[in-house]
């Protein structure tokens, strides 16, 4: 059988073009997920100001919660932190007493913003320069330059890349901004790597003074401790003393190029994104890929039925047949798989550049490519082909020998009582999630899981009972097809005939504009309710923004202004917590705000429904509706969460509220969350004005340079993560519609060219070419049409689920233009795989085309 496998595959290339094309476009998405996937679970940097330390102790960059599944069975969830985890400066003194210790020295830092006039210096990769003490340096790889060490409360160190962005030379007076308004210093010099590399983090050096004139409560922590071995004593056995002081503390140790984690804080950030959004595009590219390649090859086969029939008739077991088709695919998948891998590296880094410009990963982040992803590709590959063979030779190798011939003539007139079975309770099924969800109407996470669910239920089971949905639906439009005459009637005629053909091109079409329409209606409606609750919410009537953030006391001054009623810092950051999925627990990541509580009715509306809002103290949190869900609390319980430096937090939920899409998952005390933030900063300032204005703002934003005064909130600024998630299932509505064009393409390509001696006939007997054109057309526009408004149908219900989950009703945000665009390219492509073929089979004389073979 493999050798008339191959054989077939010589002579049958162009029908097998659109699954090779398939198998292809799989392989290069799927190798690419997983370079990516690789990327982010080995992503690592080589350490710069940790260079010369060979062990060093710093923070863990997650936390692992102890949860259960569904069945009760206990495991470690971890999640990463975005701020970073400070240590206790007095660890210093049990990491010295370490058997091989020489010295340890410990390393402090702070977020600066250096300003050349009024603007604010950027530094490498677009981040914002770190200041750390002069002492730490000697635990990386910099050198000086030229000038000397800082010396007193007013100089700092600069390094080269730094000082040529800020055209500063030694001797220059440069202006610092941390917690206040600038501070003047003398630079004294620069430093550089000392293999002449730009750093990948641009930082400056300060005496432990200065960095005191620059962020007050600079002592209050250290950010890592690097350990120096004494002569001759290997690091590993350092190491293993060093972990025992460590017990109990949320601490590391990293050694090697792990070392470039303890100081690129973003890079466990950015991976742990990546994994996520690749393992997402990935299983759901798959999923289609499963769906599409079941279809092409079971179209194939189906057009081969002739051919099977006599295989059977000279004696091939129903076995051989499957093997035969099963080498076909197998053959087709490895080759597909082999010459996929290369594209998947150009999907590589398109997408590295795409996650990185919309801050998803480092601006500077460079991908691992190894073999693993490759051969895991082609396996996949291989498996996906394998797979859709083996259920496309299912029914062509199960009919018997003396009928095989009489049925590879007719289509079968009913669908098969296992299909109608299946289809049956996958509606059934479906029908009772729809249920339940509207059952749990209050709960969001059971809501979004219930409508994830219902729109795979609702798909598949369209796919099952297809041939019988066909039918229905061509019964329906057949009365308005006989209106527009003889070609409209020899549509329906043969829709209905060949319904089990007719499915086969509509069910791709349904697939596409039910996935792209859940998926795209879905990120419309919530960047369409955030947007709204950031409007409704805002009180405030004018907003101090900068784009590194503003200075905490700036919204004390603002409060202490003539005509200004009342004034708040808005501190953003993140918090971890257990939540619950269906009866699962994991660990999730909440966005977290932090308002001053005297100010908060002031200037935002959170809409609390349950609660008292004005209750909000440093042992206290309130919660938005959807983290209420997620976290399964409610007013008066207890909050067991941990900030994004990893300080676990405990405190009575006071209030929940309903504008949580727009404005945070979770409401802290602002000090407190500010406490617990790395760069220390407000993301804006909110002011509510007694008389809608306050002569003294503008002067204040001018003390701090790069500050704005506007007088409403910036809704894209607030929604750009959002936006940035939105992007990313765009990506994989853009993979789905590629795999329906091509599937639409070839499944209207095959069928019209098993047509050419019916065409020939109808010719023959007097139809001329343009009614043959126009009984295409109109059996063109039936398939877009019922895919068209099936496909609409099915995503209906799971974007009533989504609506219902995100703003308390039933009707999602539609925009008319997207729903056009999704069905209207979709009909295009279904009107142009059966149009053209048909115009070049129709070129040929009748006579000559009546006696081609199949």
């Not at 950030?269 to 996520?276: C, F, K, Q, S």
């Not at 190894?370 to 291989?382: C, D, I, Q, R």
């Not at 909050?639 to 430096?645: C, E, K, P, S, T």
Request: charged share 15%.
């Amino acid at each position: 059988m493999l050798r008339i496998a191959l054989a077939t595959l010589r002579v049958r290339s162009g029908a097998f073009a659109a699954t090779f094309v398939a198998l292809l476009l799989g392989a290069a998405v799927i190798s690419a997920c997983g370079v990516l996937l690789e990327s982010g679970l080995r992503s690592a940097l080589p350490p710069e100001r940790y260079e010369k330390a060979p062990v060093v102790v710093a923070g863990r960059q997650s936390v692992d919660l102890d949860v259960r599944s569904a069945d009760g069975t206990a495991y470690r969830s971890s999640r990463p932190l975005p701020e970073r985890p400070r240590l206790d400066a007095s660890l210093a003194l049990d990491l010295a007493a370490v058997d091989g210790v020489a010295s340890v020295v410990p390393d402090r830092g702070a977020t600066v913003r250096l300003l050349d006039g009024d603007r604010v210096v950027t530094g490498a990769n677009g981040a914002v320069p770190q200041a750390h003490t002069w002492r730490s340096r000697v635990l990386g790889g910099f050198r000086l330059a030229e000038g000397h060490g800082p010396q007193g409360s007013r100089q700092v160190v600069l390094d080269t890349d730094l000082a040529a962005r800020a055209g500063l030379r030694t001797g220059d007076d440069v202006r610092l901004m941390a917690a206040s308004t600038p501070l003047t210093f003398e630079v004294a010099g620069l430093v550089s790597l000392d293999d002449g590399r730009t750093p990948r983090q641009s930082v400056l050096f300060a005496s432990a003074a200065a960095m005191k004139r620059l962020v007050p409560r600079f002592d209050a922590s250290v950010d890592a401790f690097g350990v120096f071995t004494a002569p001759g004593v290997p690091s590993a056995e350092v190491t293993a003393g060093v972990e025992r002081v460590l017990a109990g503390h949320h601490a590391a140790v990293y050694t090697g190029d792990g070392r470039g984690e303890a100081e690129f804080t973003d890079i466990a950030v950015g991976a742990a994104n990546l994994v996520e959004l690749v393992t997402a595009v990935g299983g759901n590219v798959l999923l289609v890929a499963v769906f599409v390649l079941c279809a092409t090859t079971s179209l194939a086969v189906r057009h081969r039925r002739r051919e099977m029939a006599l295989l059977r008739a000279v004696g091939a077991t129903p076995g051989q047949l499957r093997r035969m088709i099963t080498a076909e695919s197998a053959t087709a998948g490895l080759v597909a798989g082999v010459l996929g891998c290369p594209l998947g590296v150009g999907v590589v880094y398109w997408l590295s550049g795409q996650f990185a410009g919309r801050g998803l990963v480092p601006p500077d982040f460079w991908p691992v490519i190894g073999p693993l992803p490759f051969l895991a590709a082609v396996g996949a590959t291989v498996l996906t082909a394998v797979t859709a063979a083996f259920v496309a030779a299912r029914a062509a190798a199960r009919v018997r020998p003396t009928e095989a011939l009489r049925e590879a003539s007719a289509e079968p007139a009913r669908l098969g009582r296992g299909r109608l079975v299946t289809g049956g309770l996958l509606l059934a099924l479906a029908v009772s999630v729809l249920g339940l969800g509207f059952g749990y109407r209050t709960d969001f996470m059971t809501l979004v899981g219930l409508a994830n669910s219902l729109v795979l239920l609702l798909v598949i089971a369209a796919a099952v009972l297809g041939p019988l949905i066909t039918r229905a639906a061509t019964a329906l439009l057949a009365p308005l097809l006989v209106r527009t005459g003889v070609t409209g009637w020899l549509a329906a005629a043969h829709s209905h005939a060949r319904a089990a053909r007719t499915a086969a091109a509509v069910t791709p079409l349904l697939l596409a504009v039910s996935f792209a329409a859940t998926v795209v209606f879905t990120q419309t409606t919530q960047l369409s309710q955030a947007a709204d609750e950031i409007r409704s919410g805002t009180v405030a009537d004018q907003v101090l923004t900068a784009p590194a953030g503003v200075s905490p006391d700036l919204a004390e001054r603002a409060a202490e202004l003539p005509g200004v009623r009342a004034a708040t810092g808005v501190v953003r950051s993140k918090a971890v917590g257990v939540g619950s999925l269906l009866g699962t627990e994991e660990a999730v990541s909440l966005t977290a705000q932090g308002l001053e509580p005297s100010a908060l009715s002031a200037t935002v509306d959170l809409d609390a429904g349950e609660g008292d809002l004005s209750a909000l103290a440093p042992d206290t949190v309130a919660l938005s509706t959807t983290a209420a869900s997620w976290l399964g609390l409610g007013v008066g319980d207890r909050a067991r969460l941990y900030f994004g430096d990893g300080v676990p937090f405990t405190g009575e939920v006071i209030a929940v509220y309903g504008r949580g899409l727009g404005f945070a998952d979770l409401t802290f005390d602002h000090d407190l969350l500010l406490s617990h933030t790395t760069a220390g900063v407000d993301q804006s300032v909110l002011i509510r004005s007694a008389a809608g204005t306050a002569p003294g703002l503008s002067a204040l934003a001018r003390d701090y340079p790069g500050t704005a005064l506007s007088g409403a909130v910036a809704v894209d600024a607030q929604v750009a993560e959002q936006r940035a998630t939105a992007w990313v299932n765009y990506v994989v509505v853009g993979v789905v519609i590629a795999y329906t064009a091509l599937t639409v393409v070839n499944t209207q390509a095959m069928n019209t060219a098993t047509r050419r001696r019916e065409f020939a006939l109808l010719r023959l007997t007097g139809s001329s070419r343009s009614q043959v054109l126009g009984m295409v057309r109109w059996e063109s526009f039936t398939v877009a049409a019922v895919g068209g408004v099936l496909g609409t149908l099915l995503s209906v219900p799971p974007l009533a689920l989504v609506a219902l989950a995100l703003t308390g009703e039933v009707i999602p945000t539609v925009p008319v233009l997207g729903w056009l665009t999704i069905v209207g390219s979709t009909a295009l492509l279904a009107v142009a795989g059966a149009m053209l073929p048909t115009r070049l089979m129709l070129r040929g004389r009748p006579v000559d085309a009546i006696g081609t073979k199949e």
